[in-house]
């Protein structure tokens, strides 16, 4: 009985429920007929003929019709308009901290694993550490950063995560690790990739005019030699002294065996401070077999002079260049080998 009352007095799906104290629509338009009859005749004095009563009855109940098809129809629309919702989309494409902190830590070792000398021991962070092992680099060359390390000198290089910067603060940079070999995202988030100067920054600094100035006097002594051609991109990066030391010592060397030609010098370290050298060069030559001899003698060189990439490609132009590269970080403030 409990049941069948409920469902007696429930809205029907997608409607509203009745109210029985409310009067019906055909009770208020007698009514209204009713009371506008009285007043009319109240005010007129006289009474009115059945045929006047008729026709301003119809008038009244046509005027309250349209009335009402007109509310309802207002009411009808209220109803099934679609309810206007904040979009979302905005919200759901754009990346959060933690994801851009996740990306972040795999450019960053995705670039060391390729670019850093095997063997160079790391510090970083514990999540750090682990996208670096996942990358490829060896447990054994890194040092995780712990809450009682006092500094970076157990590293030759240090991850500059958000953890680390808090740790060390400052001196990271004005004391043990001055130079951004690379660098990746921006703003709280960014990663930067930092050597650490074995003497300290101030030592680090002094030596870097001295060692510019060197690179310089190589790369004009490079340039003179008459089996040297050079594109102007790189004739200016040997003169301005940007070319790593590694770098010039070689091609030097393959200057007095064969012809070579210079295309353009490069680096694949985003965001490196302006201190940092370029570690890489395209080669030509003017006969295809020559790109095979220049092969063969970058691999014969020493362990401090062979190249991390020596290999033959097209360049951006379609040219078959030799394209050279060593790793990070070379001989950063050495004034020369």
């Known amino acids: 009985m409990g049941e069948q009352q409920h469902s007696l007095t429930s809205p029907a799906r997608g409607g509203r429920q009745l109210d029985p104290s409310n009067p019906s629509w055909p009770a208020v338009v007698a009514t209204t007929v009713r009371l506008w009859f009285e007043r009319h005749s109240h005010r007129s004095g ?75 021991v790391t510090m970083c962070d514990t999540l750090m550490c682990t996208a670096l092992e996942a990358a490829g680099v060896p447990a054994a060359n890194l040092v995780e950063v712990q809450n009682t390390t006092q500094d970076p000198l157990q590293a030759e290089v240090v991850v500059a995560t958000p953890a680390v910067r808090s740790q060390f603060g400052s001196r990271l940079a004005s004391v043990y690790a001055p130079l951004v070999m690379a660098s990746f995202g921006s703003g709280s988030e960014r990663i930067d990739v930092r050597y650490v100067a074995p003497d300290g920054t101030a030592a680090f600094e002094a030596s870097l005019a001295p060692d510019l100035s060197t690179r310089v006097t190589a790369g004009q002594q490079l340039l003179s030699n008459k089996n040297v051609q050079a594109s102007q991109q790189a004739r200016a990066a040997l003169l301005a002294g940007d070319v790593d030391w590694r770098l010039l010592v070689t091609l030097s060397a393959l200057a007095h065996e064969m012809p070579v030609h210079l295309v353009t010098f490069d680096d ?14 395209e080669l030509g030559a003017a006969r295809s077999g020559s790109l095979s001899a220049m092969l063969a003698f970058l691999a014969a060189q020493r362990a401090s002079f062979l190249p991390a990439v020596h290999q033959l490609a097209k360049n951006t132009s379609g040219q078959s260049v030799v394209t050279v590269q060593f790793d990070a970080p070379g001989w950063l403030g050495q004034n020369g080998p």
């Open 268 to 281: 694949s370290s985003p965001g490196a401070g302006p201190a940092v050298p370029l570690r890489g060069a």
């Open 46 to 120: 006289r009474p009115t003929s059945r045929r006047t009563r008729g026709v301003l009855a119809l008038s009244a109940v046509a005027a309250m019709a349209l009335g009402a098809l007109v509310t309802l129809a207002v009411t009808h629309q209220g109803q099934n308009s679609p309810s206007v919702r904040p979009s979302n989309t905005a919200r759901s494409t754009t990346p959060n901290a933690l994801q851009i902190a996740a990306a972040n830590r795999s450019q960053a070792a995705a670039w060391i694993a390729h670019q850093v000398l095997p063997g160079t």
